[in-house]
């Protein structure tokens, strides 16, 4: 599953063409995914209308490929905001001989006023930019491979980022076998804070890559949540920052982010972490896997 940050603000003020579209571009790799791809759709609606609305997500033009359940996402009252993830799917391409394809869909994201969604109030339509990348064709060239199974991190750094107080938490990265997607090992950060102390923060991993003298790049990895006390996913290639919202536990996801072209391109992948008191039993246990690399 690939989630990309999206944002809107209210309806009416997207007719008037001040909606906020943070990054209007979803990426799916082809390779060892479901069939039908699961491309979810990060929205924050927010109302400021003065009543409350009820908002629904449905897709209203894309090539035959694409199928979505119409999503209601519930009630917005006035002055709050809700954030929901739409998921599209495309069915696997049966020709898979391409680096990339590009396919363009629209999504119409409707507020009415009453909870049977009869009461129309505004819409607006959405398109993005869908791109399936092939991680496997001949095309790419392999920048860096991390499979961890020779039981070392290999260029991969343990890394935290806005923690509050590191110095009351046990605290450490190491590969691990407890799961994987190649065997015997996946890379796991670890963190609890000790008895009576609180801890939040971003706990991840850290690793610097050379894309220079490439038109373009992409990361391509597998995560997996361990941890009920953890939140959203931040990854951040140079200074640009991708959010993941919606990730269930005990499930590997594959992700790909464009990357920027750099000689020394520092990309993190991290998870928010949050716990107020060790009980030994909500410990944050984040894993990746098979991080890849490439470019073109
Ligand atoms: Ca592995």
């Known amino acids: 599953m690939v989630i990309k940050y999206y944002g809107l603000r209210v309806p009416t003020r997207i007719r008037s063409e001040t909606a906020l579209i943070t990054d209007p571009d979803v990426y799916a790799d082809i390779v060892d995914t479901p069939d039908p791809i699961p491309l979810s759709i990060k929205f924050s609606f927010f109302n400021n209308e003065g009543l409350t609305l009820y908002v629904k997500v449905e897709l209203v033009s894309a090539p035959e490929d694409y199928s979505m359940e119409p999503l209601e996402a519930g009630e917005v009252a006035h002055g709050k905001k809700i954030d929901f993830d739409a998921i599209v799917n495309r069915a696997k391409p049966e020709n898979t001989d391409f680096m990339e394809i590009e396919e363009s869909i629209t999504l119409r994201v409707s507020a009415y006023t009453d909870s049977e969604y009869t009461a129309l109030y505004d819409y607006a339509d959405v398109t993005l930019t869908v791109h399936l990348i092939n991680s496997e064709h001949s095309g790419w060239e392999v920048i ?15 890394y935290e980022e806005n923690v509050d107080d590191l110095s009351h938490c046990n605290n450490y990265c190491q590969t691990s076998n407890s799961v994987y997607v190649s065997p ?5 950060h670890y963190a609890a804070p000790y008895y009576g102390y609180a801890v939040s923060g971003y706990f991840g991993f850290k690793l610097t890559v050379d894309t220079s003298g490439k038109s373009k790049a992409y ?10 006390r953890a939140y959203e996913v931040k990854i951040r290639a140079g200074d640009i920052e991708y959010y993941i919202q919606t990730v269930s536990e005990s499930e590997w996801y594959k992700v790909v982010i464009p990357l920027p072209i750099s000689s020394a391109l520092e990309v993190v992948i991290t998870e928010y972490y949050s716990f107020g008191y060790h009980d030994g039993l909500h410990p944050f246990k984040f894993y990746v896997d098979n991080i890849k690399i490439i470019g073109a």
Not at 219 to 228: I, N, P, Q, T, W
Request: charged fraction near 25%.
């Open 144 to 158: 860096k491979e991390v499979n961890f199974d020779d039981g070392t991190l290999d260029v991969v750094e343990c």
């Open 184 to 188: 015997p090992y996946s890379a796991l």
């Open 219 to 228: 990361l391509v990895f597998y995560m997996y949540k361990g941890s009920d």
